[in-house]
């Protein structure tokens, strides 16, 4: 069930950033003025950076992905436009010849020294700054394909006084249109009961749609799905998945936090933490075709202790599962089960691993008490979201690298610990990075967002998407002068 992009305009603050803005750049909604320019003539090239760059290089590709012209791009957060002259230098040198199939690829360099916070919550009429004012930010979800006109939009979902659905960010964190107060967002065509919650994200495995899902209300619980496809070059839809599958058929309405999609074969599958008023605390896998759960292949394949609270669920690119428990009898940890166990688990698998099974098992050092999200960086780095409850705090955690088979640690603090200094209201707080490892937290209970870069020298190359190639044409002269007596 799908309503089309409503522009609705809230009052919203705008974000704040800080003066020495550190994220790692990257450009993002490439586009040119001209498809068949003339050789010699050239287009103009406009982009969007996240963030500014030291230097920015602009590289025209021909067909074989063979570089045939290069030169510097402008360097600024936000919207960025270059004018290029049809030559290999863009300074009036030799011109590219004409031909097919011409691709922009735009390269941001910069060097980070340590992990920097360089979006810090918001200014304005929330008073100590609320991002959203009047809604609350459940999760967010960074497309990765930079081929798909899409590349370059940050989904966050978000449900408050019957307004359920998701708002739609460029990277810069402004709304699609540059413009700040005006939002783009995405009715979910569903009822507009308080009750009903847009929870989780998560990119689907072409790096383009996104998989959402939410509670429909106490009484009934999670049993809505969507896929919100990119395809058309924009986020416009959202299919409704069957209402009667069997993804979240428990009828003690279950609180369904987080939830991840990938690719296991020739499958695309979900998995999904389930926790419900009658204390059923249970991992769930299930199939997903043409955007619908499979009917007849959901089941719960793990179950913890009834006292615990599951906070969240992802996979690495190995396909190993973590998930993250944030109290009770099982502690608050991360824990990680190998691809061997969970990916052969079919719909007839029933509770086939318990806690015990896990590879990995974490735990945090006191008073770090509460963990909430876990999640692995392009970096090959896994990362958790821990809070102290008593003192009203958070932190982000290296946990360590997914290349590591075993881990049955105690991590440290300050060691351990690459951010800190703000403070989250707990359940729904997730981790969430984009492709170059920048990573978003927000948090619906204050309505706060955050965003942090990790350290390093960083040059990030994005090719335009597909619909911007070009092909240079030639112009044909007129016919000399003659003597036609």
């Not at 009917?295 to 690495?316: C, K, N, Q, R, W």
Request: net charge negative; glycine share 10%; proline share 4%.
């Amino acid at each position: 069930m799908c309503k089309s992009l409503l522009r609705i305009t809230l009052f919203i603050a705008f974000l704040a950033v800080s003066a020495t803005s550190l994220a790692v750049p990257y450009a993002s909604f490439i586009r040119v003025s001209s498809t068949n320019p003339a050789e010699g003539v050239g287009l103009d090239i406009s982009y969007v950076l996240n963030d500014a760059a030291d230097s920015v290089t602009i590289d025209i590709l021909d067909s074989g992905s063979g570089v045939v012209a290069t030169f510097a791009g402008t360097a600024t957060r936000g919207d960025n436009s270059v004018s290029w002259d049809g030559t290999v230098d863009n300074a009036g040198g030799t011109a590219v010849a004409a031909g097919d199939n011409y691709a922009v690829r735009i390269t941001a360099d910069k060097n980070i020294s340590d992990w920097t916070e360089y979006i810090e919550r918001a200014s304005g009429s929330g008073g100590s700054g609320q991002v959203f004012s009047g809604f609350s930010p459940n999760d967010t979800a960074v497309p990765t394909d930079t081929s798909s006109d899409v590349f370059g939009t940050v989904l966050v979902s978000t449900s408050w006084n019957g307004v359920n659905g998701i708002i739609q960010f460029r990277t810069d964190l402004l709304t699609l249109d540059g413009v700040d107060g005006t939002v783009d967002f995405l009715d979910c065509g569903i009822t507009t009961s308080v009750n009903y919650a847009v929870w989780n994200l998560d990119v689907m495995p072409n790096g383009r749609d996104v998989y959402a899902n939410g509670e429909e209300g106490v009484a009934e619980g999670g049993k809505e799905h969507w896929i919100v496809d990119g395809s058309g070059g924009s986020f416009t839809e959202m299919t409704e998945a069957d209402p009667n599958d069997d993804v979240s058929s428990y009828s003690s309405g279950p609180w369904f936090w987080g939830c991840c999609i990938v690719q296991e074969g020739t499958k695309t599958v979900g998995y999904g933490a389930h926790n419900t008023l009658a204390f059923d605390r249970k991992i769930r896998k299930w199939e997903i075709q043409n955007g619908l759960a499979v009917p007849g292949s959901a089941t719960d394949f793990l179950s913890i202790d009834s006292s615990s609270v599951m906070s969240g669920v992802e996979t690495d690119p190995d396909g190993n599962l973590y998930f993250t428990v944030e109290s009770g009898g099982d502690g608050s940890r991360v824990y990680r089960f190998d691809a061997v166990d969970v990916q052969p688990i079919s719909a007839s698998a029933g509770i086939v691993l318990t806690t015990a099974d896990a590879s990995w098992v974490v735990d945090f050092p006191a008073p770090w008490d509460e963990v909430l999200s876990a999640n692995v960086s392009p970096d090959g780095n896994v990362y958790a979201l821990v809070n102290d409850d008593v003192a009203d705090a958070a932190a982000i955690f290296l946990v360590g690298p997914a290349s590591t088979a075993s881990l049955v640690k105690t991590l440290t603090a300050p060691t351990d610990i690459v951010a800190d200094g703000f403070t989250v209201d707990g359940k729904y707080t997730c981790l969430t990075f984009d492709l170059f490892g920048n990573l978003y937290v927000h948090d619906r209970g204050i309505e706060y967002f955050w965003a942090w870069s990790p350290p390093g020298n960083f040059s990030s190359p994005v090719d335009a998407p597909a619909s911007q190639e070009f092909d240079i044409v030639t112009v044909t002269g007129l016919p000399e002068w003659s003597d036609y007596r």
